[in-house]
């Protein structure tokens, strides 16, 4: 258990729909990162946030957007969803930021239909 | 293309066997990561090691580095049915993008 935690595990929905991927970063870890891994593309960075601030961008479509909270917890938006969406979702914290490892969380698989 | 790219692409040993995967990449790095991730499941963090060291061991894993190449290599001793899963190499380049993964490499032990 690497201490980050993402709900929901599954989701399913409809294209078009938005959906919000939720994400508890370990404790006392300041940066949150989010990860697309689908079968053609592999693991996509999306974004990174640092102790609630923007840090990195990545490969994040411009229908998606992030953000985190004061608590630190980070949420993930997917709007107008497609199905080529469909993937797993990852984040991970690590304590600061460039260089550190990072802990990943069990993912959220999305499916849309 | 991707600043890391794990070769092979998939593995496949009989279990005591060593495995070895290999990772090159592009750009000058801070430091270089392997993680290891089963099926579906999260990626679980091997090893680190950073740009001025050359190799680095942690349990049956040995990791070692050429920045000279760009490369890096991840040994798996006394392999076991347990360790079948996919690894990744990612990169902390020392100027712009962020934490980059390579494709993995899909290692299957078996019994």
């Known amino acids: 258990d690497s201490g980050v935690t993402q709900t929901p595990k599954h989701l399913i929905t409809a294209t078009g729909q938005r959906v919000t991927l939720r994400c508890s970063p370990r404790s006392g870890d300041l940066s949150v990162y989010w990860y697309q891994q689908s079968l053609d593309q592999g693991l996509q960075f999306l974004i990174q946030y640092y102790n609630g601030e923007e840090r990195a961008k990545g490969n994040i479509l411009e229908r998606f957007s992030a953000q985190q909270f004061p608590d630190l917890h980070s949420e993930l938006n997917l709007s107008s969803l497609e199905l080529g969406d469909s993937a797993l979702y990852f984040c991970?914290?690590?304590?600061?930021?460039?260089?550190?490892?990072?802990?990943f969380g069990p993912g959220t698989r999305l499916t849309v239909l | 293309s991707q600043q890391g790219e794990e070769d092979p692409q998939a593995l496949s040993i009989q279990e005591g066997e060593n495995a070895t995967m290999n990772c090159s990449y592009k750009?000058?790095?801070?430091?270089l990561q392997w993680y290891r991730q089963n099926s579906g499941r999260g990626l679980v963090h091997l090893i680190l090691?950073?740009?001025?060291?050359r190799e680095k061991h942690s349990g049956r894993l040995r990791v070692t580095l050429d920045t000279s190449k760009k490369s890096s290599s991840l040994l798996i001793t006394a392999s076991r049915a347990a360790d079948t899963a996919s690894y990744f190499c990612a990169t902390d380049a020392d100027y712009g993008q962020n934490f980059v993964f390579g494709p993995g490499t899909r290692l299957s032990v078996l019994p």
């Open positions: 750009t000058s790095i801070n430091n």
């Open positions: 090691i950073r740009s001025n060291e």
């Open positions: 991970a914290s690590s304590p600061r930021t460039r260089g550190d490892t990072q802990y």
